[in-house]
């Protein structure tokens, strides 16, 4: 078992949200990190959960978590319409913030939560964990290698079947920034431009809605050079993990890429013009364990990586212009300057 550094980056976390419980485990197992702190709205519900998972410290207010001079890093897992108030407070106390996705309500929102960040000298990163995990470093190589010739299309498909709407689901609440397209079509959004290493010019959009929010969206992208990009995200609709990236010689596909069917083991395949098959497997990675580590690094070195919080606001755009796309009935035109 692998003994960790004397000198571990110690987490704190901001709610006892379900979320929060696999965080924590990732943190335990993770090298480099430990999980000194939990907070919830209430005292009562913050020690229950702390005792329950072996935390040492729990405060009955985020704002006493983060008055804490001994946590340097915070995961924050609230509903996304409190996003942007607690990064940017946690900035301000000088903690680090891994805060889950979709990053915040909206783009502006993002851009406030960055610009805190890095005038507090603190690294800003979303939770999505798939970038972490070792597949995805693969997949990047043939996708840059040539293996699948000149890029054309890349498909994204995140959905899960709710058979009755869950009432106090924040997913479901439109006050608290709930949708499918800020739950799960953040991954095919990220994915898409991770693919083509490039935003879009133009979206489209069409979305269902229930109490409030999006329930169903699909929508398409288009790129310079020819490129184009589809996905769908729902709240009815059987469970789907599914990316697809084609080029004109061959293609990759991936069926669990937002969370691996197995832990222990994951694989991805190259199907050539011609309908042959190359199977790629990858072991030993547990991708929240990956993305701790990570993020625990550049709290450890002080070398942030701007790089982190650019992808998340980009993929903020893309999803209000989705958004904006689905409302208004029309083609959304986005700035690609960014």
Known sequence: ??????????????????IATKVSRAIDLATGAELI????????????????HGVSRAYGNYDALLADPE????????????HAEWTI???EHGKHVLCEKPLAANAVEAVAMAEACAK????????????????????????????????RRVTAAFTFNWDTIPQNNIRAKKELAGGSLGDLGYYCVRAILWAFGDMPTRVFATARYHVGVDFNLSG??????????????????????WLEVAGKKASLICDDFTLPWKEESTRFWVHDAGGKAAEHKIDGCIQEVSMIERFSDIVRTGQ??????????????????????????????????H
């Not at 078992?1 to 379900?18: D, H």
């Not at 702190?37 to 329950?52: D, F, G, L, N, P």
């Not at 992208?221 to 609709?237: G, H, K, P, R, V």
């Open 120 to 151: 507090n000298n603190v690294q800003l990163m979303d939770g999505v964990m798939w970038v972490h995990h070792k597949r995805t470093d693969e997949m990047k190589k043939i996708i840059d290698d040539g293996t699948l010739g000149r890029l």
């Open 71 to 82: 946590i340097d890093a915070v995961y924050i897992p609230t509903p996304p319409s409190m």
């Open 1 to 18: 078992m692998t003994t960790k550094p004397k000198q571990n980056v110690r987490w704190g976390i901001l709610s006892t949200a379900n």
């Open 37 to 52: 702190a939990i907070a919830s709205r209430t005292e009562e519900r913050a020690k229950s959960w702390a005792v329950k």
């Open 220 to 241: 398409l992208l288009w790129f310079e050079n020819e490129q184009m990009a589809s996905l769908d995200c729902a709240f009815d609709t059987a469970s789907r993990k």
């Open 89 to 91: 407070k946690a900035a």
């Open 304 to 337: 942030l990586d701007v790089r982190l919080p650019t992808e998340a606001i980009n993929t903020m755009r893309v999803c209000d212009a989705l958004l904006e796309s689905a409302r208004r009935g029309e083609i959304v035109k986005l700035m690609t300057d």
